[in-house]
């Protein structure tokens, strides 16, 4: 069965500091990755995601991910962060032909102004 | 990207009674849905996937006969929390993906069962 593991879970930062996020998987096949952004009393959004191709994702507010098949990772990360990054992350991964996504627990993000 | 809509946003019952949710996929047909719980500060967990035409399918430890899931449309599906009780007070998400898999949320239920 997939499943998926974000080592933080708590990540509190500064405004302009660098930010990564890491996320592992593990399933026996194909993978299509996800980051899921939840901010305050809001709904999922999605950040970006990986099918294929370049493992470098480019995503939306700045964030990119890196797909390293061989270490089973889809790290999020952000040059610098903004107050407005505050929010909780999930990483997310559901296999090539099956719908079933599967989250990790989340990882909080408290960017300090 | 996508939208998907829930109703109601939020709702309070009183034990023992039944409570339908519904999730719309707005802009795209999906004959495939999904229904998470997402208890505070936790992550979601999905509880069934909803399927267009067919019964749904659940995952361990989920009752079906107490989350009643139909996929009326490829558009609609309802989960029906039945004969509710204060632990089932949590958050319902489901989720439907467009045509390049890729999930789209709902806001989101807040169910409190008093």
């Known amino acids: 069965a997939q499943s998926v593991s974000q080592h933080n879970h708590h990540v509190i930062l500064s405004e302009a500091a660098s930010l990564e996020l890491g996320c592992n998987y593990s399933?026996?096949?194909?993978?299509?990755l996800f980051w899921y952004v939840q901010y305050p009393g809001q709904h999922l959004q999605l950040l970006l995601k990986y099918f294929s191709g370049d493992p470098l994702v480019k995503g939306i507010k700045g964030f990119e991910a890196e797909f390293i098949k061989s270490k089973f990772s889809f790290n999020l990360r952000k040059p610098s962060v903004q107050w407005s990054d505050t929010a909780e992350y999930f990483c997310?991964?559901?296999?090539?032909?099956?719908?079933?996504?599967?989250f990790g627990a989340g990882t909080r993000l408290t960017v300090k102004p | 990207g996508a939208v998907v809509s829930q109703h109601p946003s939020w709702v309070i019952c009183k034990s023992g009674t039944s409570v339908k949710i519904e999730c719309r996929s707005l802009?795209?047909?999906?004959?495939?849905m999904f229904w998470y719980r997402q208890f505070p500060k936790q992550s979601l967990m999905l509880m069934a996937t909803?399927?267009?035409?067919?019964?749904?399918?659940?995952e361990q430890g989920v009752e079906k006969d107490k989350f009643l899931i139909n996929h009326a449309s490829l558009t609609l599906s309802t989960l029906t929390v039945t004969s509710a009780h204060p632990e089932d007070s949590s958050f319902y998400i489901c989720?439907?993906?467009?045509?390049?898999?890729?999930?789209?949320f709902g806001p989101g239920t807040r169910l409190t069962v008093l």
């Open positions: 909803s399927n267009e035409g067919s019964k749904a399918t659940y």
């Open positions: 997310a991964v559901n296999g090539l032909n099956n719908n079933d996504m599967r």
């Open positions: 989720s439907a993906p467009d045509s390049t898999d890729t999930q789209y």
């Open positions: 802009d795209f047909q999906a004959t495939t």
């Open positions: 399933y026996g096949g194909t993978v299509n």
